[in-house]
């Protein structure tokens, strides 16, 4: 079974509105982090946001948000004020306490913000 | 300068041939892995190293080998290089895992690998 999947390929936003970014999880581990990591067309992967699986607050950071519905086993990325800097792919992983640090990733969707 | 560092950066060879990736880092980590990037499959896990001693397969290792030479350095192998194995390839690091902590995973700037 997939363990992470991100059901959008592509998306389109317009410079200054707000994304969301759809990832949902499959994991039976109690203890479980969820990372969003961007990859400019450069091909670099950036950290982006981090949710633990106890967190009690989704996170934030900066223009990135995660909403985090655990019932669900959804951790969508939000990014507001979308710049044209944010065109890139973004990948949803997952880290499960009982895999040691190894991360799992989803196939990502690919951004791209209009002017 | 880079915390985390693979060579090649890119590099083209033919179907047979012995390949060698390499990767260090500065950062200190004992951690240290090896994925593939493929269009559309995101990242998959070749090997992954805890520390000099333990090195464990990941879900693609077939057709892949690796050393741990120092906490450092971390490297790939292709013995035999075969064209389905055209990919970028990621070197990446991460802390000890703690049960409440993040330790998210550094990675290096990829190499891109083309067999013929």
């Known amino acids: 079974a997939q363990k992470i999947t991100q059901t959008q390929p592509g998306m389109f936003v317009q410079e200054k509105e707000a994304v969301t970014l759809d990832c949902t999880y499959d994991?039976?581990?109690?203890?479980?982090?969820l990372f969003w990591y961007k990859q400019p067309s450069s091909g670099e992967m950036i950290f982006l946001i981090y949710q633990g699986s106890y967190d009690q607050q989704n996170a934030t950071e900066g223009r990135y948000s995660l909403n985090f519905q655990k019932a669900r086993k959804s951790a969508n990325l939000v990014i507001s004020a979308s710049q044209l800097g944010d065109s890139a792919m973004y990948f949803c992983?997952?880290?499960?306490?009982?895999?040691?640090?190894?991360?799992?990733f989803g196939e990502g969707t690919q951004l791209t913000v209009n002017p | 300068d880079a915390d985390v560092t693979q060579t090649p950066r890119n590099r083209i060879t033919k179907t047979g041939k012995r390949i060698m990736l390499e990767c260090s880092q500065t950062?200190?980590?004992?951690?240290m892995y090896w994925y593939r990037q493929d269009p559309g499959l995101g990242l998959r896990l070749i090997y992954y190293s805890f520390d000099v001693k333990d090195i464990n397969k990941g879900e693609i290792s077939d057709g892949y080998s690796v050393s741990r030479q120092a906490q450092a350095k971390f490297s790939l192998s292709l013995e035999s290089a075969i064209p389905n194995q055209t990919a970028l390839y990621f070197c990446a690091t991460s802390d000890l895992q703690g049960a409440s902590s993040y330790n998210e995973q550094f990675f290096g700037p990829g190499t891109r690998l083309t067999v013929l």
């Open positions: 994991t039976s581990d109690p203890s479980y982090g």
């Open positions: 950062k200190g980590h004992d951690r």
């Open positions: 992983a997952m880290r499960e306490f009982n895999s040691g640090s190894r991360l799992t």
